[in-house]
């Protein structure tokens, strides 16, 4: 669905696992169309504002807001999470 935004398959394997959603507040409008659109109710749009990454645990990491955000805003960043689980 949100193909477009990842440059293969395996990149966009691992935005969805271990990253997070991250946006440029210099770009943003605050339309509230990210928020708007997620499915289950976070105001990304608060995230955008403060410059903030969606660190909460209800994120599916769906790209929804990514994909919807007319400004670009919105991009998925690795998170070491996992790497730091290993230790
Ligand atoms: S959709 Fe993009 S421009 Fe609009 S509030 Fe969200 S992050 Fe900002
Ligand atoms: S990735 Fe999906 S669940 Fe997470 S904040 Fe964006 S729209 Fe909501």
Same mark, same amino acid.
């Given at each position: 669905?949100?193909?477009?935004?990842?440059? $293969? @398959?395996?990149?966009?394997? @691992?935005?969805?696992?271990?990253?997070?959603?991250?946006?440029?507040? $210099?770009?943003?409008?605050?339309?509230?169309?990210? $928020?708007?659109?997620?499915?289950?109710?976070?105001?990304?749009?608060?995230?955008?504002?403060?410059?903030?990454?969606?660190?909460?645990?209800?994120?599916?990491?769906?790209? @929804?807001?990514?994909?919807?955000?007319?400004?670009?805003?919105?991009?998925?960043?690795?998170?070491?999470?996992?790497? @730091?689980?290993?230790?």
């Amino acid at each position: 669905m949100f193909r477009g935004l990842f440059r $293969s @398959e395996r990149a966009r394997r @691992e935005a969805l696992t271990a990253g997070q959603v991250t946006p440029d507040p $210099s770009r943003c409008v605050q339309c509230g169309i990210c $928020s708007f659109n997620c499915p289950i109710g976070i105001d990304v749009r608060r995230h955008a504002w403060l410059g903030q990454p969606v660190v909460n645990s209800r994120c599916l990491t769906c790209g @929804e807001c990514v994909a919807r955000c007319p400004r670009g805003v919105l991009t998925f960043e690795r998170t070491n999470l996992f790497a @730091e689980r290993k230790k």
